[in-house]
């Protein structure tokens, strides 16, 4: 089991199991439907809501995030590490941006939040739809 579940205390069943170990690395932001499909393939009997409730779970923890990036289904990312995203407009491909940006806001514009974060979208056009 890799090091970074050992302490999530969720019941670590096979079937949930074989969802961390596809989401282990991965970098596509798959949405539960992708994780469904992938991970049927080990395991048949395994149902939607299996996926669906252990994807909660792992957000719940904070494990992964769940992204709003894509109008039509969540995605979700296991890098929970600081990150922005490049989005692409035709296919939804969403691409990781580990670059630290110089970011403030002036106390005007604030109003009284306290800050926790930031998350920037780019939107472009991906290589493989410019062809
Ligand atoms: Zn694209
Ligand atoms: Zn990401």
């Given at each position: 089991?890799?090091?970074k ?5 969720i ?11 596809y989401?282990?690395?991965?970098r596509?932001?798959p ?101």
């Open positions: 089991m890799p090091e579940y050992r302490n999530l205390h019941k670590l069943t096979p079937q949930r199991l074989a969802i961390l170990s989401l282990n690395g991965n596509t932001h949405s539960a439907e992708d994780i469904y499909k992938a991970v049927q393939k080990q395991y048949p009997t395994m149902s939607f809501a299996t996926v669906y409730n252990t994807l909660e779970a792992l957000k719940e923890k904070g494990n992964i995030r769940e992204l709003k990036l894509d109008s039509a289904k969540k995605r979700y990312d296991p890098d929970n590490t600081p990150h922005h995203h490049l989005i692409c407009v035709k296919c939804n491909e969403i691409v990781d941006i580990h670059w630290a940006f110089e970011l403030s806001l002036p106390d005007k514009t604030v109003q009284g939040f306290e800050l926790i974060g930031n998350h920037i979208e780019f939107y472009g056009i991906c290589r493989k739809c410019k062809k």
